[in-house]
Nanobody
Framework: QVQLVESGGGLVQAGGSLRLSCAAS????????MAWYRQAPGKQRELVAS???????NYADSVKGRFTISRDNARNTVYLQMNSLKPEDTAVYYC????????WGQGTQVTVSS
């Protein structure tokens, strides 16, 4: 089982930046894939970015060129660098890990003001 704790959310102005972190703990051999999802009020949860154990990344079209996902395997941590933030990015951001069992973090609020 993997426990995930997100941090780094907050309130920023449009055009600003935030860096989210997700630290994994627990007993596991390795984490295969890690991802960031987000959910805005009244909308379905959507995949923002993912990264495999080998470092391959995937991004939603809406964040390509603005967000960067990375991982530090030695520290069992995944990051999401968010630049050029838009009000449309406002949502609760959730970390997901697959070991292959799926674990979710509690979520961290990101609010972008116009």
């Amino acid at each position: 089982q993997v426990q995930l704790v997100e941090s780094g959310g907050g309130l920023v102005q449009a055009g600003g930046s935030l860096r989210l972190s997700c630290a994994a703990s627990g007993r596991f051999f390795s984490i295969n894939d890690m991802a960031w999802y987000r959910q805005a009020p009244g909308k379905q949860r959507e995949l923002v970015a993912s990264i495999t154990s080998g470092g391959s990344t995937n991004y939603a079209d809406s964040v390509k060129g603005r967000f960067t996902i990375s991982r530090d395997n030695a520290r069992n941590t995944v990051y999401l660098q968010m630049n050029s933030l838009k009000p449309e990015d406002t949502a609760v951001y959730y970390c997901k890990a697959t070991t292959p069992f799926v674990s979710w973090g509690q979520g961290t609020q990101v609010t972008v003001s116009s």
